[in-house]
C-alpha cells in the first residue's frame, strides 16, 4: 500500500498533541521523515528515524517528502504554505489557513497550479460533541432550528510572555485562533451567514491582544451566537440548540485534547468516547414522540482527518477540509474584525 512520507513543518503544541500523535497510529498510511525544529529534538520521541532540519527549506528540499504539514504561528501560514506547494508538496495548513481573503485565493489556485492538494486543519470537525450536534440537525431531531449558540472557552488568565499569541493585532488572538473553529463549525452547519456584527475586547490585566469576542451572524429565521472569553473559571453550556420541535444543551468539551496532552495515542476501540454523566440532554417531540434524557455523545477520533486525507491524496476521494471552505472561515473573521473596528454590521451578501 502507498505510504505517504511527510514532513512537519513545527513541534510545538500542535505538534505534539494533534498532528503528531495522529501521524503516529497511521504509519500504514504515513510515514513522518522530517520535522523542521530550529534548536530541538522533541519530535524524537514519536519519530525517532525521522530527520530534524534546522530550517524549512532544508526540510522542503528533501525530494523524498511528498506531504508538508504547515502548523506555524498564523502569520506564517501563507508564506510557508506557498513555498511548499511551489516546492511540489501537497499541504496541510493549520487553521487558521490564512490572515486575509486574498491570500487564501492566491494559495488556492496556485494548489491548483501545482496539481496539489491544500488541506486545512480543522481538527474540530472530528470532535464528538460537534458531531452529535451534526447529526442531530441532519436528521432534524428539534424541527426547524431558530436558535444555536456556541461557546469555546477557557480560563487562562496568565499573560504567556515571548507567546506570539501575545502580541499583535486584531487577528492574533481569540478570534482568529478559537474563532476560527466556531466559524467553521458553523458554516458546516447552517451555511454562510448574510451578515456579521462582532464585539472584541481585552479582558485580562496587561493583555494587549483581544481574548473575548461576541460574535452574532445573521440568517433568515435563524439566530446564531458565538462567545469566546480567556476568564471562564465556570462555563456554561457550550452548545446550545432551540427548534420549533425541542431543545439540546451540551456542557463541556472533547477529550481527545487532554488525553493528548498527557501522552496517550489515540487508538483504542474506546478512544474519544465521552463519559456517560458528560452526554448532552436532548427534548424534543417529533412526530407526536415526545422524549427528555440523555443522548449519547458520537466518538470522537482526529486521525480521522488524516485517514480522510489519504483517501484523498491516493484514492483523489474529497478534500476533507478543501481551502475553498476555510476561506469562507476566513473571510467572516476579517468580517468580524470589520465590525468591530467600525462599530457596524458586516453585510456578506
Not at 116 to 124: A, D, G, H, P
Not at 183 to 199: C, F, S, W
Not at 226 to 239: A, E, T
Request: a negative charge; one cysteine or more; glycine letters at 8%.
Amino acid at each position: 500500500m502507498k505510504i505517504i512520507k511527510t514532513g512537519i513543518a513545527s513541534y510545538g503544541m500542535s505538534g505534539r498533541i494533534f498532528h503528531g500523535p495522529s501521524l503516529k497510529v497511521l504509519e500504514d498510511q504515513f510515514e513522518v521523515v522530517g520535522v523542521f525544529e530550529r534548536t530541538k529534538k522533541e519530535s524524537e520521541y514519536l519519530f525517532p528515524q525521522a530527520t530534524i532540519y534546522r530550517s524549512f527549506s532544508e526540510l522542503l528540499a528533501n525530494p523524498e517528502i511528498e506531504l508538508v504539514i504547515v502548523n506555524t504561528p498564523d502569520h506564517l501560514h501563507y508564506g510557508m504554505t506557498k513555498e511548499a506547494l511551489l516546492a511540489g508538496k501537497h499541504v496541510v495548513t493549520e487553521k487558521p489557513f490564512t490572515l486575509s481573503v486574498e491570500e487564501a485565493d492566491e494559495l488556492i489556485e496556485l494548489a491548483k497550479k501545482q496539481n496539489k492538494v491544500l488541506s486545512v486543519y480543522q481538527n474540530r470537525r472530528y470532535d464528538g460533541n460537534y458531531k452529535t450536534v451534526k447529526k442531530i440537525i441532519d436528521q432534524g431531531l428539534l424541527g426547524r432550528l431558530v436558535e444555536l449558540e456556541i461557546h469555546y472557552d477557557r480560563y487562562r488568565k496568565e499573560i504567556r510572555e515571548g507567546s506570539w499569541k501575545e502580541e499583535g493585532d486584531d487577528r492574533v488572538g481569540v478570534l482568529f485562533n478559537l474563532g476560527a473553529h466556531l466559524v467553521d463549525q458553523v458554516v458546516q452547519l447552517v451555511g454562510m451567514p448574510e451578515a456579521v456584527t462582532a464585539k472584541l475586547a481585552k479582558v485580562r490585566d496587561r493583555s494587549v491582544v483581544n481574548d473575548y469576542m461576541n460574535i452574532r451572524l445573521d440568517y433568515p429565521n435563524l439566530q446564531v451566537i458565538l462567545r469566546s472569553s480567556y476568564l471562564v473559571k465556570s462555563p456554561g453550556p457550550m452548545y446550545t440548540l432551540n427548534g420549533v420541535e425541542g431543545s439540546y444543551l451540551k456542557f463541556g468539551g472533547d477529550p481527545q485534547e487532554e488525553l493528548l496532552d498527557k501522552g496517550q495515542l489515540p487508538t483504542g476501540a474506546d478512544w474519544g468516547k465521552e463519559a456517560e454523566g458528560n452526554w448532552g440532554t436532548l427534548v424534543t417531540d417529533i412526530n407526536g414522540v415526545e422524549y427528555k434524557g440523555k443522548i449519547e455523545t458520537e466518538a470522537g477520533c482526529y486521525p480521522d482527518f488524516y485517514r480522510d486525507l489519504f483517501k484523498c491524496i491516493v484514492m483523489r476521494e474529497s478534500n476533507p477540509v478543501p481551502g475553498e471552505q476555510a476561506r469562507e472561515t476566513v473571510r467572516i473573521l476579517n468580517a468580524a474584525v470589520e465590525s468591530h473596528l467600525k462599530e457596524v454590521t458586516k453585510k456578506l451578501t
